[in-house]
């Protein structure tokens, strides 16, 4: 087998796609009334996601919450919810030019992962639609093949994603410095650990805070949703 020359890194979340589907998954649970009381688990979604953008948020904070909402439920029944939210939420969401970039990419025979904070559950099904068979994301303990609402492992969040990357690529028998060129698209200066540490970091729909550090350190910057802002404005 001839190992690949180039590496490419996706964050999933405002990245890829133009939401985040962790924030979208518990506002599905709470507004369907699967999450317990729906304006208490909306608050809380609320206060998290304004704790990301802060960069305050850690990943115990997070998966207290997000990974308690699939907590000791049935695998059929979170498989019945995953359906429906991908069919109400995500598809509609998935954006030609996104898939455009990582159909480029994995055209070029470029080894693709999509590197997120989001869990497992709810990212391996979006992961799909992009066509990347590698998706290294936050990993929901399992007990008897139910989830306890823990995280497993090394969460895939902030200098995490540092080392899961590394790991996966240990597994594939790979290092990152092995390859000529290390893309890493990101919205957000909370990947700014691994963005740092890559050939070519570039800037996708970033955050002001993100797009400021960008133009400082002269990163590429991409916008692959201008036309929603444009319909918008």
Known sequence: MISP??????????????LDSDYQWADFLARTGR?????????????????YNEGKLTAEESAEFMLGLIANQPRETLLQWQEVFMQEVILPAIHPQ???LAKQHLDQGDLCAIVTATNEFVTTPIAKIFGIEHLIATIPERKDG???????????YQAGKITRVDQWLHELGL???????????SDSPNDL????VVSDPVATNPS????????????QIIDLFNDLLDAKS
């Open 35 to 51: 999450a317990g009381d729906p304006v208490e688990a909306q608050r809380r979604n609320e206060a998290l996601m304004d704790q």
């Open 98 to 100: 996104a898939k455009a």
């Open 175 to 185: 290092k990152r410095d092995q390859f000529e060129k290390v893309w890493f698209y």
């Open 5 to 18: 020359q180039n590496l490419a890194l996706f964050d999933l979340d405002h990245t890829l796609l133009p």
């Open 208 to 219: 002001d805070r993100l797009r400021q550090t960008a133009q400082e350190r002269n990163w």
């Open 146 to 156: 139910v989830y306890t609402g823990r995280i497993s492992g090394v969460p895939s």
């Open 193 to 196: 650990p691994l963005m740092e």
